[in-house]
């Protein structure tokens, strides 16, 4: 349906023309709250639609009246008729409960043309994470087998810039050196192992603390993980659980302080670790994680090129065969659902393309440059930027890079940007924000320099196609993590140059802007 007619029906509608006895509800999916500036909250049925009593108050013939709302689909056994949440940040990330009808596992859901990770609760739930997506409204679909629903504009997305000034907030334990972070779904963030002595797997730790951003405080998890880890990945999944997997090692699970196979469960409801029911099928360092829209986890690390899929129904782990080894790589899932891996040590540009649908590999094209140590984001354009890095290492920090590679997934190829970092970096932190920008934070800037980490940030607009300077971090920092809270604020974790002797104690944080 064009805008023209969803335009036309909402006149009519505010008007009190043909709509008799509807709520009045904005058109474009866009919430009464969203017209505050309070960013959206919770959507009634009907706010991410044109509101209906029948079906002849619904402009086309394919459109049905279900549930208060003009919905396009065959009928009303299998349709989605509210969103709640039904405005959320061009970043995604943010955790939406759909209600309908019909629902079954399976289904796929799409914003606009972005699929989103789901998990069916019963026929009239699901839980979706929205993947990144541009400014303004887009329609809401579902496909639960031979069946198709659309909800016109039920969702929309939005804007919103960052404060410029970074605070301190201490950890109660020192966590250097990529402990796992992961935004649950209540908002808070857990912060799971990381080492208090650089270099050193055997001073990491099994102990965790929670972020409460309401609260402005950090708290001790009073239970501790199977094993001590570092270099880790924490995925929250769509249970609301929190999965965190690496082990303690040197690369290739050499010299392992810990058991590398275990993977342990976080409840955010006992704040309590248990773990999984069954191990990973061997042993996995410098693991790299993302959550697929299926709700499984794609995991990949840094001693094998196989990779790992756990499935949450089953609390189980299935082995892929892989053939390329990412050693410090990436992995991120792009906006069409599939998972994209690449880069690595010793200057790898191979990348592959893992379908969860069809659990298979397809190459894609070589990246420009080879790079480790490198951060990647999902842009909401649906490119992926893949930001610095080492172009050739050995374990080590080698030329710091300073240029910028796109992926296009229309083509599977990669080039690079016509911007790029006023200072080469690798083992930097980055965070895609909320305005759509990606904030590039720290890293080693020097050829096989340890003592060459910065405190500098710069932000890239991917839209403007520039990078520019931003307020610099309290202190230097790399080897650490970044997140962006459910809020839109930035939080970093981690750190420590190799070569020294105490990993940095403190949190850097970097609130979100009111919106306006």
Not at 66 to 71: D, H, I, L
Not at 205 to 217: M, Q, V
Not at 484 to 501: I, K, M, N, P
Request: hydrophobic residues 40%; charged residues 15%; contains cysteine.
């Amino acid at each position: 349906m064009t805008k023209s007619v969803w335009v036309l029906i909402a006149v009519v509608a505010l008007a009190g023309g043909s709509c008799n006895g509807c709520d009045h509800h904005p058109p474009g999916g866009m919430d009464l709250g969203a017209i505050d500036g309070d960013g959206g909250g919770d959507a009634a049925a009907g706010d991410g639609g044109v509101a209906c009593v029948n079906d002849g108050q619904c402009a086309l013939p394919a459109t049905r009246c279900c549930a208060g709302v003009c919905v396009e689909a065959a009928d009303c056994s299998t349709v989605v008729t509210s969103v709640s949440a039904s405005v959320g940040f061009q970043n995604g990330g943010d955790f939406v409960t759909l209600k309908g009808a019909g629902f079954a596992s399976g289904m796929k859901v799409y914003l606009g043309d972005g699929r989103a990770p789901v998990r069916v609760v019963d026929p009239a739930t699901a839980l979706i994470e929205t993947p990144p997506g541009p400014v303004g409204p887009v329609d809401v679909k579902i496909v639960a087998g031979a069946a198709t629903a659309i909800l016109p504009h039920g969702f929309r997305y939005r804007s919103a810039g960052l404060e410029m000034m970074w605070q301190q907030k201490p950890l109660m334990k020192v966590r250097g050196e990529d402990p796992g972070l992961a935004v649950m779904q209540d908002g808070r963030v857990l912060v799971a192992g990381g080492t208090t002595v650089p270099d050193d797997p055997t001073m990491s730790l099994a102990t965790a603390e929670i972020y409460d951003r309401a609260a402005d405080s950090v708290s001790a998890v009073p239970s501790m993980m199977s094993t001590p880890r570092w270099h880790d990945s924490a995925i929250t999944l769509l249970t609301g659980k929190v999965l965190v997997v690496g082990g303690a090692c040197e690369i290739g699970v050499a010299g392992c302080a810990s058991d590398a196979q275990s993977a342990d469960l976080f409840d955010p409801t006992t704040n309590t670790f248990t773990p999984t029911a069954m191990k990973l099928q061997m042993p996995r360092d410098y693991t790299r994680a993302v959550l697929m829209v299926d709700g499984r986890v794609f995991i990949s690390s840094g001693n094998d090129p196989s990779v790992e899929i756990y499935d949450p129904a089953a609390d189980s782990f299935t082995l892929v065969a892989h053939a390329q080894l990412h050693t410090y790589g990436f992995v991120v899932r792009l906006r069409d659902g599939r998972v994209l891996l690449g880069g690595g040590d010793g200057g790898v540009t191979a990348a592959e393309l893992f379908d969860p649908d069809t659990a298979t590999f397809t190459p894609a094209g070589a990246m420009v440059q080879g790079r480790s140590m490198l951060t990647a984001h999902t842009l909401p354009d649906g490119h992926v930027a893949v930001i610095g890095g080492a172009s050739m290492s050995a374990g080590g920090i080698v030329d710091p890079l300073a240029s910028i590679g796109l992926f296009d997934p229309t083509t599977n190829t990669f080039a690079l940007a016509p911007y790029q970092l006023a200072t080469p970096r690798a083992w930097q932190a980055s965070a895609l924000v909320r305005d759509g920008t990606i904030l590039v934070m720290g890293g080693y800037t020097m050829h096989a320099a340890c003592d060459s980490s910065v405190a500098s940030v710069e932000q890239i607009d991917p839209v403007a196609g520039k990078v520019s300077a931003f307020p610099s971090l309290p202190n230097t920092n790399t080897e650490w993590t970044a997140v962006t809270l459910l809020d839109g604020s930035v939080l970093g974790v981690g750190g420590g140059a190799c070569g020294t002797t105490m990993a940095l104690p403190d949190i850097d944080f970097l609130a979100g802007s009111p919106i306006q």
